[in-house]
């Protein structure tokens, strides 16, 4: 229930949710499931981050990577993002942020039969790339989900959908309103918000 984890200086403890709209400290990504929060600050890291040790070795890498935090922000190779917290590679210039870490390696798609694993490299030479599911270009250098039965590739957030770190369903007591609050995923004929009489695009 309570733990110490190097990016924090204090005491953490384990809550069972928390409510809608924190991010991660490690992973920049909404949460709303089991995470450990400090009493002293606003410091929030979910489970699965909390995990993650400081020298890893990943399946997506060759060298071992090591966690470091900077001043200065620096590009995840894997995406572009810049991030002050990053596993640096310690034989070349290669840097992934955390939520490339935390990728599940098999995962699976409600509109498609067949499981899709984690990949690394480009599953041709065609010189065309590009993701199934938004028909977006893809860079080949960087990771995707590939169906091999179907040699059908997909963008992660295709796949996870654009919050994976946050669960759906439960209820929330908050001080604008004098009842409970089911979060609950958006839809294209969703009423505008109550509280800000605009449609809510990212979170509720």
């Known amino acids: ?29 909404y949460c709303n499931g089991f995470v450990y929060t400090c009493a002293m600050c606003s410091f929030k890291i979910d489970v699965q ?20 935090y900077t001043s200065f922000t620096q590009s995840c ?9 990053l596993f640096h590679c310690t034989t070349c210039e290669f840097a992934l942020d955390f939520k490339w870490v935390t990728l599940p390696q098999i995962t699976r798609h409600k509109q498609h039969e067949h499981p899709f694993t984690l990949s690394y490299t480009s599953e041709d030479d065609s010189g065309e790339y590009y993701y199934d599911i938004c028909e977006e270009e893809r860079n080949p250098n960087h990771w995707f989900y590939y169906c091999a039965d179907c040699t059908y590739p997909a963008h992660p957030k295709c796949i996870l959908g654009k919050y994976p770190n946050l669960k759906f369903g439960g209820a929330y007591t908050l001080d604008y309103h004098q009842h409970p609050l089911t979060f609950i995923e958006e839809t294209e004929d969703d009423p505008p918000c109550h509280k800000c009489s605009c449609p809510c695009k990212e979170l509720i």
Do not use: F, W
């Open 1 to 29: 229930m309570k733990k110490r984890h190097l990016l924090h200086q204090y005491q953490l403890t384990l809550l069972p949710k928390i409510p809608s709209g924190n991010k991660c400290y490690a992973c920049s990504q």
């Open 49 to 68: 981050c909390s995990l993650v040790p400081e020298i890893l070795t990943h399946e997506g890498h060759r060298h071992r990577l090591i966690l470091s």
């Open 77 to 85: 190779s894997n995406c572009g993002d810049r991030r002050n917290l």
